[in-house]
């Protein structure tokens, strides 16, 4: 049986998302995932607040790498994060809910670059992600095509 590249890419999502224990804890959910791009969510709850009584800049990193990661991981090729940058321009705030979106830029050979913007409930970007990867060997399942 051929599988359509979305077929693959929630196939390997799916594959990915069983094994995250660090997402799970964060209760970060993937809501869509095609060849590429990603659509993650993640709840602002007390104990993601920092000492200002907002949401850690590291968890809000966290989201955003999740993100890059269920994208750049959609072809059945397990990859990995090279090099990742973040840029922050509003705090997430008690309550709201943060969305990641991920698309790729770029992807040739091993490498491939993702930008991922993190919007919180308003629809106001709050942190700019930007992650180059690099492919791994090993797959998340069986290639039959």
Do not use: W
Not at 43 to 72: E, S, V, Y
Not at 74 to 101: K, W
Not at 123 to 130: H, L, P, T
């Amino acid at each position: 049986m051929v599988m359509s590249a979305q077929e693959i890419a929630e196939k390997s999502s799916a594959g990915l998302d069983a094994k995250d224990a660090a997402a799970r804890s964060l209760g970060i959910v993937v809501e869509a995932v095609s060849p590429g791009t990603a659509q993650l969510r993640m709840p602002i709850t007390p104990d993601k607040l920092n000492g200002h009584g907002m949401c850690h800049g590291g968890l809000i990193f966290a989201l955003a790498d999740t993100a890059f990661a269920h994208a750049c991981n959609s072809y059945n090729q397990r990859v990995v994060a090279q090099h990742c940058s973040v840029s922050f321009m509003a705090p997430g705030m008690p309550g709201d809910v943060l969305t990641a979106q991920a698309r790729e830029v770029h992807h040739a050979g091993r490498s491939g670059i993702y930008d991922i913007e993190i919007r919180n409930c308003s629809g106001e970007v709050i942190a700019q992600f930007r992650g180059h990867s690099r492919t791994i060997k090993g797959q998340y399942f069986e290639d039959t095509q």
